[in-house]
């Protein structure tokens, strides 16, 4: 039960972690479309980093582990996403 939970914490995080909607970034001339395909790469890269050993420590530990995970991948997001000439909107 408690691996079923678990699961569906880092399902509502992972949900949560990354905005693909075009609308989060910006680049001065980039239409649209441009912006949603490099957030696209830059998601696919980002989660071919994976996420780190997967021990399992049990409650509050097993979140917090998985709340460090989705950081980490918003951080690589990010620094993709700036890479790219993007900066966040508003």
Do not use: H
Request: aromatic residues 6%; glycine residues 10%; neutral net charge.
């Amino acid at each position: 039960m408690r691996l079923v939970l678990v699961a569906m914490a880092a399902v509502l995080l992972a949900g949560c972690a990354l905005d693909l909607s075009g609308t989060a970034w910006k680049k001065p001339d980039a239409m649209f479309q441009q912006v949603t395909a490099v957030e696209m790469e830059c998601a696919r890269q980002t989660y071919e980093i994976g996420y780190g050993p997967d021990p399992v420590l049990g409650g509050l530990l097993d979140v917090l582990r998985l709340a460090l995970n989705e950081s980490r991948l918003q951080v690589g997001f990010a620094s993709c996403m700036s890479r790219a000439g993007y900066a966040r909107a508003g």
